[in-house]
């Protein structure tokens, strides 16, 4: 038998047609998947696209250990996880959750949890590039913030170096 | 004590380089200690003016503690906070 969990970071499109045969099993009656999608607006912003940046090494240890629990915790058969890296256009797929279980319920309870731990903890980044052109990485706005002193700084340097 | 420092996203965009590597004389020197002495390290080499309370942190490929002593030969990435999955 096949490993019940599988996990994997794509820079390719997500083909979920693909991705659900995995998780096919004669002993499951039950199977949920989550889509995550690329949106158009995010704040009342109008989104042009997004970049998704990932930390290999340790998303492959990361995902594999939130599929194994939620093995454990809800009595799933299998569960894959796909999450995509580069650059993503509007309505792409941006992570892909499949779970499959003798019965519904825990299906769907696992699904949720799944992508739940996943943005919680996954070492993956997301960039926005709005209409506008303005682009920042979600979450790390102060970074930004940052980014602005960093830049003066670094001018300064040069300008005052002997 | 040689440590290779592998920077993500918004880190490597502001090193501008996703791998470097900080060395000192002595294994015992204080100033690449643990990976909150190395931050210290990267805020003097860069002027980055970031602060890392809501950053966590991996040794060789494992997350780690900001106290974790540090070994020659060691890679350390310092994680920003994570956005997968959508919003």
């Known amino acids: 038998m096949t490993?019940?969990?599988?996990?994997?970071?794509s820079g390719?499109?997500?083909?979920p047609s693909v991705l659900q045969v995995a998780v096919r099993d004669p002993h499951c009656g039950g199977f949920a998947s989550f889509e995550g999608w690329v949106?158009?607006?995010?704040?009342?912003?109008?989104?042009?696209?997004?970049?998704?940046e990932a930390y290999p090494a340790l998303c492959a240890k990361e995902g594999t250990r939130i599929l194994r629990e939620a093995v454990e915790r809800f009595g799933i058969r299998r569960a894959s996880a796909v999450h995509r890296t580069g650059r993503l256009e509007i309505g792409e797929v941006a992570v892909w959750i499949g779970v499959s279980s003798a019965h519904r319920r825990e299906a769907l309870r696992a699904c949720e949890w799944i992508i739940d731990e996943i943005k919680a903890s996954l070492p993956v980044?997301?960039?926005?590039?709005?209409?506008?052109?303005?682009?920042?990485?979600?979450?790390?706005?102060?970074?930004?913030?940052?980014?602005?002193?960093?830049?003066?700084?670094?001018?300064g340097a040069h300008h005052h170096a002997p | 004590m040689k440590i290779v420092v592998h920077h993500f996203a918004v880190l490597r965009e502001r090193v501008g380089a996703d791998?470097?590597?900080?060395e000192t004389d002595s294994v015992a020197s204080p100033g690449l200690s643990d990976?909150?002495?190395?931050?210290?390290?990267?805020?003097?080499?860069?002027?980055?003016?970031?602060?890392p309370a809501s950053f966590a942190v991996a040794v060789n490929d494992g997350v780690s503690g900001w106290d974790h002593p540090l070994s020659d030969g060691d890679e350390v990435v310092f994680l920003p906070p994570v956005s997968g999955g959508g919003r």
């Open chain 1, 125 to 155: 980044w997301k960039k926005e590039t709005f209409a506008d052109g303005a682009h920042e990485w979600v979450r790390c706005e102060r970074c930004a913030q940052g980014h602005a002193h960093h830049e003066h700084a670094r001018d």
């Open chain 2, 19 to 22: 791998a470097e590597t900080y």
């Open chain 1, 12 to 15: 390719q499109a997500i083909d």
């Open chain 2, 35 to 51: 990976p909150a002495a190395l931050w210290r390290a990267v805020e003097a080499r860069h002027g980055l003016g970031i602060d």
């Open chain 1, 39 to 52: 949106r158009d607006h995010q704040d009342g912003r109008r989104v042009a696209f997004l970049e998704y």
């Open chain 1, 3 to 9: 490993d019940s969990v599988h996990f994997a970071l």
